[in-house]
Nanobody, 128 residues
């Protein structure tokens, strides 16, 4: 069953902004580290950013640091990705992912195999 649902994808011109959201209704959300990955056509799915269950730690890929911001609202069971100064190379399907980390509330997983739950993905297209 679908457990994570992304929203907010779309098309923008270079330099523009988009905000993505990922919802997990019914979860004890603070017990899960959350991450965003992206995959362009013909490319490997790559890490974008992760946030710990507590929200106290974040880890950004170098390619997005300073442009993207992850945040979470555990009361709303939602994680967000604010993307500013978008570049054509940011074009990809963006996936939300989660892993249970209740005993490690400050951990930020950064590899695909560390995550157990995945959303369906949302398309982000940045035109030149």
């Amino acid at each position: 069953q679908v457990q994570l649902v992304e929203s907010g994808g779309g098309s923008v011109q270079a330099g523009g902004s988009l905000s993505l959201a990922c919802a997990a209704p019914g979860w004890t959300f603070r017990h899960y580290a959350m991450g965003w990955f992206r995959q362009a056509p013909g490319k490997e799915r790559e890490f974008v950013v992760a946030i710990s269950g507590s929200g106290g730690n974040t880890d950004y890929a170098g390619s997005v640091k300073g442009r993207f911001t992850i945040s979470r609202d555990n009361a709303k069971n939602t994680v967000y990705l604010q993307m500013n100064s978008l570049k054509p190379e940011d074009t990809a399907v963006y996936y939300c992912a989660a892993v249970f980390t209740a005993a490690n509330s400050n951990y930020t997983p950064k590899q695909r195999h560390e995550y157990y739950y995945w959303g369906q993905g949302t398309q982000v297209t940045v035109s030149s």
